[in-house]
């Protein structure tokens, strides 16, 4: 059964853990068996919130050149301090750093030119216990690349496998009592989905329209109220946000936190000497 393969691997799920030079010498904390509560880690309802914003891709490469960081990193960075923002307004704020699903692709050379998707998962911590934008750069830096590590010691064809395992009926039935028993509010593994696409930077039409803008949107599931898509187009990275109406209500304040934040890290490159 390929699960079981993968049973010695869960104590060391990725991205969870790092060290620096700091007074208490930890960057982000251990691994941990839940991620922490936060007002929308909780059973969703049918009700939905969308919101839209977007950022110049080169405001980001900015960063990228200066820290010499990659996009991704920035994007997880400018999420964490959004959300950092977001749950100091709510007085919500973990004391440790939220733990991120990030979506990666596991296609193989051989599956290349295939229909569908070939997606997994690795956890990385998102530091929003951090105030300073430069310490949560560093940290999400850290925090990938140990993520990217242990996720990659995983074979491709194993992680495949498992995204495959479970009959549609039998997963319908373990969804539907873990909703009745609201497993997924009680031991969570993380706290959302942060999910960066890299998408055309040329101009794409459809019947001799111009695509002008593109705005994701993803789903939530319980546990996981929130979800933040980004997608890049023609030098804008375009954001996508989605949540339960009932956990965050105010979810266009967050999307704008992610402008605020970006602009509070340009300042921080801005001024540090090169």
Known sequence: MPLAQLLPDLPGLPGLSGRHDGEDGLLLPGVRSRAPRTPFNANITAHRRWAFTDLPLSEVKAIRAVTGLTVNDVVMAVCAGALRRWLLDHDALPPSALIAAVPVSVRTESQQGELGNQISMMLAGLPTHLDSAADRLAAVHLAMGVAKEQHDAIPASLLADVSEFAMPVLANQAWRLSARLRLFERVSPYNLIISNVPGPQVPLYLGGAKLVAYYPVSAITDGQGLNITV????GTMYFGLVACRELMPDLDV?????????????????????
């Open 231 to 234: 997608m890049s187009y023609c």
């Open 254 to 274: 967050l999307a704008g936190y992610l402008r605020t934040d970006l602009d509070e890290m340009l300042a921080a490159i801005s001024a540090t000497p090169a």
